[in-house]
């Protein structure tokens, strides 16, 4: 029999991987039906969500990357860092979090194997995460200064957090045909924000890419040649509508760029503040 760990902050046993409804904090998705095969197409599982709960739900039923599925599974069976030997790990896709009727999406990269991974949250139990809170309180956007896990009490007002990859990829890099067979999810995200979106926030080149891909996917208006990536970097995207949302970049939230000053609280703190006009 497989040994159920206790959350971290409720304290009820949980298995590991955590299958769909089985009552982790904040799980978006209901329990499978008794026998039915687990999803896998994630292009259909996308397109099917009419709105960003469903689509929340949906996510954790996306199989199609033997790689990934592998290595995010593995990592939360036996691969644990020893400092979370003793809690229970996600080990489904990352689903995205924050206000269903955002006016700003916030575009990261992948989870990581040990935060999203584990915590069942984006940006949620590394230093990554614990920068980009402690500014997405700072600005108005997050409750609370810090995240720890779902069931924290955390939440976002006018943001959603999505990203190019929802599985925790080995070495945080993604192959080319692993963001593609992703690419749904963030244009479906696109697809349903749109009524209300202002501006997309891409941290890092690839979270870039990824949004000017899906924005073209879907027949959005993209500059040519295709707009280069650099922090505080904006460009225009024209809807069919006839609206137009800004796209902005940010250099990632990486330890690589915090440490090292290449991106600093007040850096990121202006370029929060600016979505907001």
Same mark, same amino acid.
């Given at each position: 029999?497989?040994?159920?760990?206790?959350?971290?902050?409720?304290?009820?046993?949980?298995?590991?991987?955590?299958?769909?409804?089985?009552?982790?904090?904040?799980?978006?998705?209901?329990?499978?039906? !008794?026998?039915?095969?687990?999803? *896998? =197409?994630? %292009? +259909?599982? @996308? #397109?099917? $969500?009419?709105? &960003?709960?469903?689509? /929340?739900?949906?996510?954790?039923?996306?199989?199609?990357?033997?790689?990934?599925? !592998?290595?995010?599974?593995?990592? *939360? =069976?036996? %691969? +644990?860092? @020893? #400092?979370? $030997?003793?809690? &229970?790990?996600?080990? /489904?896709?990352?689903?995205?979090?924050?206000?269903?009727?955002?006016?700003?999406?916030?575009?990261?990269?992948?989870? *990581?194997?040990? %935060?999203?991974?584990?915590?069942?949250?984006?940006?949620?139990?590394?230093?990554?995460?614990?920068?980009?809170?402690?500014?997405?309180?700072?600005?108005?956007?997050?409750?609370?200064?810090?995240?720890?896990?779902? %069931?924290?009490?955390?939440?976002?007002?006018?943001?959603?957090?999505?990203?190019?990859?929802?599985?925790?990829?080995?070495?945080?890099?993604?192959?080319?045909?692993?963001?593609?067979?992703?690419?749904?999810?963030?244009?479906?995200?696109?697809?349903?924000?749109?009524?209300?979106?202002?501006?997309?926030?891409?941290?890092?080149?690839?979270?870039?890419?990824?949004?000017?891909?899906?924005?073209?996917?879907?027949?959005?208006?993209?500059?040519?040649?295709?707009?280069?990536?650099?922090?505080?970097?904006?460009?225009?995207?024209?809807?069919?509508?006839?609206?137009?949302?800004?796209?902005?970049?940010?250099?990632?939230?990486?330890?690589?760029?915090?440490?090292?000053?290449?991106?600093?609280?007040?850096?990121?703190?202006?370029?929060?503040?600016?979505?907001?006009?």
């Amino acid at each position: 029999m497989e040994r159920l760990d206790p959350h971290p902050v409720t304290g009820e046993p949980l298995p590991s991987p955590v299958p769909p409804g089985a009552g982790w904090p904040g799980d978006p998705a209901g329990p499978a039906p !008794r026998g039915a095969p687990p999803p *896998a =197409r994630g %292009g +259909r599982l @996308a #397109a099917s $969500a009419p709105a &960003p709960p469903a689509l /929340r739900a949906r996510t954790g039923g996306c199989r199609p990357c033997p790689r990934l599925v !592998r290595w995010r599974e593995d990592v *939360a =069976r036996t %691969g +644990r860092r @020893a #400092a979370f $030997a003793d809690q &229970p790990y996600w080990g /489904r896709p990352g689903p995205s979090f924050g206000d269903p009727d955002a006016e700003v999406l916030l575009v990261g990269l992948a989870p *990581a194997a040990n %935060g999203t991974n584990r915590t069942g949250r984006m940006f949620t139990g590394d230093s990554s995460g614990d920068f980009l809170w402690a500014a997405l309180h700072r600005t108005g956007f997050a409750a609370q200064p810090t995240s720890v896990a779902a %069931g924290d009490g955390q939440a976002l007002s006018g943001l959603r957090i999505v990203a190019a990859v929802r599985c925790a990829p080995p070495a945080n890099k993604p192959t080319p045909p692993e963001r593609a067979c992703c690419a749904p999810w963030l244009e479906r995200d696109l697809e349903l924000a749109a009524p209300r979106l202002r501006a997309v926030l891409c941290l890092g080149s690839i979270g870039w890419d990824a949004a000017l891909g899906a924005a073209r996917s879907l027949g959005w208006d993209v500059p040519r040649p295709k707009p280069r990536f650099g922090h505080a970097v904006e460009v225009p995207l024209g809807l069919p509508d006839g609206r137009s949302v800004r796209l902005v970049g940010c250099y990632h939230v990486s330890p690589h760029n915090t440490f090292t000053r290449r991106l600093t609280p007040e850096m990121l703190d202006d370029v929060l503040l600016g979505l907001r006009g």
